[in-house]
Structures are given as structure tokens and as C-alpha cells.
């Protein structure tokens, strides 16, 4: 995994060393209080109860 540091974000980046690596993953995340939602643009949105985007994930 790479890591890349922005002003106000953190980049990872999984590096895949052969082609025959696994080309999914499952995250389990424990969300207290956010409930995840799909974007137009594809990104995650992680919303709390007054629906109101607090974090986000783009691919």
C-alpha cells in the first residue's frame, strides 16, 4: 500500500505486484451514526442523520 499525504486528505493506493492478484476487497467499516450513499459522480458519501454529507470516498 502507498500513502500520499494532501493538505486535507490521505491518499492509499493498493499496488498489485503479479496480474493474478485479487482485483476486489471488502472494507468493513463501523459507521456511528453515518450511513453510506452513492454519489452521481460515483464517490461515497457517508451522511448523518440530517442527511447532510460529512465524508466522502471517490474511486
Do not use: C, H
Not at 491518499?11 to 485479487?22: D, R
Request: charged residues 25%; proline residues 8%; glycine residues 8%.
Amino acid at each position: 500500500m502507498a500513502l500520499q499525504a494532501g493538505r486535507r486528505s490521505l491518499k492509499e493506493t493498493i499496488v498489485l505486484n503479479t496480474p493474478a492478484a485479487p482485483r476486489e476487497w471488502t472494507f468493513p467499516l463501523t459507521l456511528d451514526g453515518l450511513t453510506p450513499e452513492l454519489g452521481p459522480n460515483g464517490a461515497v458519501l457517508l451522511k448523518d442523520a440530517v442527511r447532510s454529507g460529512r465524508k466522502y470516498w471517490t474511486r
